[in-house]
């Protein structure tokens, strides 16, 4: 589903400080920077450590908070030493995706296990950085219903080991597998709905377990054709929910709009009481 090998351009150290400059200069005054290299901020091939060292010095002082992006494995004791040192109170966001092995092997490929996230996210904090735990919503070969549980199952493990978890709903990007499934009417991103039930679940289980995580949910791409999408009529109220919900944390918000409904909501729940992904698709793939 991730369709930035398409958009990956080779940059020397050089490239990266005149780009992260540019964009300095814009963002003056702001309260919080996020750098996202599409890729690993920790991984030397990509930021090498001295130019990782310089953009982490300038922007804790410029910023109040700063996040970065990185898969685990390169989340080692020295290097997230001298970021910490260089920027108090990092905070390392960890593309998670899902917290079921089958699904981070068969629909995401992802390449780590929960295991090697949870440590990843334990070194972070024991340093005293904080952790930004990244999950999908409807990677491929889900039904509705298992994405949804996915989502929750997949959250309630991770909130203990993250200070924010942030729960990102699948659109389909170009040249990617779920393009081609989308293609042929096999694929569909995820409703905006189901967003919304999933926090709500995942915010009333956490209880006492991590009440200090916070969860976001904030969907690019969201009522168009690619992005997650409800039917159209209703998709901006629920998109303001979930951004409200996201910044105060109040699930009134999230309760208001899934009782208020719309004339979409029986065709979703009919999608979500649907059977199993496998006799869909059985079912879909019958000669007629
Ligand atoms: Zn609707």
Sequence with gaps: MC???DEAAPASGEDLLHQFGEALQRRRGERIAKVYTSGSFFDDGEVPPGIRARILGELSGA????VIESRPVFLTEGAVS???SSCPGLEVALGLESASPRVLERSVRKGFTFSDYADGATLVRRLGGRVRTYL?????FLTEREAVEDAVASALRAAPLSDTVSLNPVNVQRGTLVDRLWRRGLYRPPWLWSAAEALLRVRRGL???APGARLVCAPSGAGRRRGPQNCGGCDASVLSALEEFSVSQDVLHLEKVLS???SC???WRQVLDAGAFAEIMQDALKPR
């Design 3 to 5: 369709g930035y090998h």
């Design 63 to 66: 910023f109040g908070r700063v």
């Design 82 to 84: 001298d970021a910490l």
């Design 136 to 140: 999908l919503l409807k990677p491929p």
């Design 207 to 209: 209880g006492e377990a």
């Design 260 to 262: 208020a409904g719309c």
């Design 265 to 267: 909501m029986p065709h």
